[in-house]
């Protein structure tokens, strides 16, 4: 049986004329339909509403029933990192440049919710990653990761080296600008410029993308999300690396540290309208031909 959505916060990208207007519309059709609105702090004062409920993400999160992200991917990553945390719904109201994860278009808002708030509305849970990096063993600084989690230089087209593990097995040693480990949300992403594969949104696995390693043998490899991934960073590295989670938080890593990747607890509850179709997503944001016949 489909949840009702009595309680709805608003979420958007801040200082974005786009995304204001259709906040804007959000908050009117939301009060039409007899919802409560909890308006995000950080575009509160963009919409032209009197005394709005104001609240935080995380408010947000343990009051709604469903949040609506409005703008690009990046909106929707950095809102569902903390919304995951929580048992809300989360439909994006594309306002960026791809959509893979804001698949509602701003001219279908009021037939695409309407289906939604009546029931007719497709549930879809998506892992995230949770990255540790130890340093002699202590835990130093952690995050979690709805795409990627990329382990880099702090320089651009500086090598480095770092070994790989998987369940505490020696996979392989690399010397490379880094490596991309990416979920089937992020197959589409980062992991896709660097020649990863696309994997399906049901997938259980992860990805380990090489970024320009110094072999022609390198290639991605697909392995269990319920791995556990460990990458132990070479002492011959003589500068700071990092690892970046979902290309918005910055990890610090240092020569010898090792950086942990596995399952987050918890997962991103995505609401789709019954039109969405992820092939169809697929054919449209990447390009892909239509059938023939």
Not at 31 to 48: C, I, M, P, Q, T
Not at 146 to 152: T, Y
Request: charge should be negative.
């Amino acid at each position: 049986m489909h949840q009702h959505f009595d309680c709805v916060g608003l979420i958007g990208k801040p200082h974005h004329q786009g995304t204001s207007e259709t906040l804007q519309a959000l908050y009117a059709y939301l009060r039409s339909k007899g919802k409560r609105v909890l308006v995000e702090e950080r575009v509160a004062s963009e919409l032209n509403v009197e005394t709005p409920e104001v609240m935080d993400l995380v408010a947000i999160g343990e009051h709604a029933d469903l949040a609506i992200v409005v703008g690009g991917d990046g909106n929707m990553l950095g809102a569902a990192r903390v919304l995951s945390r929580f048992n809300i719904g989360v439909v994006g109201v594309n306002r960026g440049n791809l959509g893979f994860l804001t698949d509602i278009h701003p001219d279908n808002i009021t037939t695409e919710l309407d289906g939604i708030f009546a029931g007719d509305y497709a549930t879809e849970q998506r892992f995230l990653l949770e990255v540790e990096v130890f340093r002699h063993g202590q835990l130093k600084s952690s995050n979690a990761a709805v795409n990627e989690a990329v382990l880099h230089h702090g320089k651009v087209a500086h090598m480095m080296e770092f070994e790989v593990h998987i369940d505490e097995q020696f996979v392989f040693s690399q010397r490379s600008d880094g490596l991309i480990v990416a979920t089937p949300t992020g197959s589409t992403a980062y992991s896709l410029s660097g020649g990863g594969p696309i994997m399906t949104p049901n997938l259980d696995a992860l990805s380990l993308v090489p970024m320009f390693p110094h072999t022609l043998s390198s290639r991605p490899i697909v392995v269990d999300a319920n791995s556990v991934v460990r990458l132990v960073v070479s002492h011959d590295n003589s500068e700071a690396l990092q690892v970046s989670c979902d290309g918005h938080v910055v990890l610090s890593v240092l020569p010898g540290d090792e950086i942990q990747l596995r399952k987050n607890p918890y997962t991103l509850r995505l609401i789709h309208p019954k039109s969405y179709n992820y092939f169809n997503v697929l054919r449209t944001k990447l390009g892909w031909g239509s059938k023939l016949y």
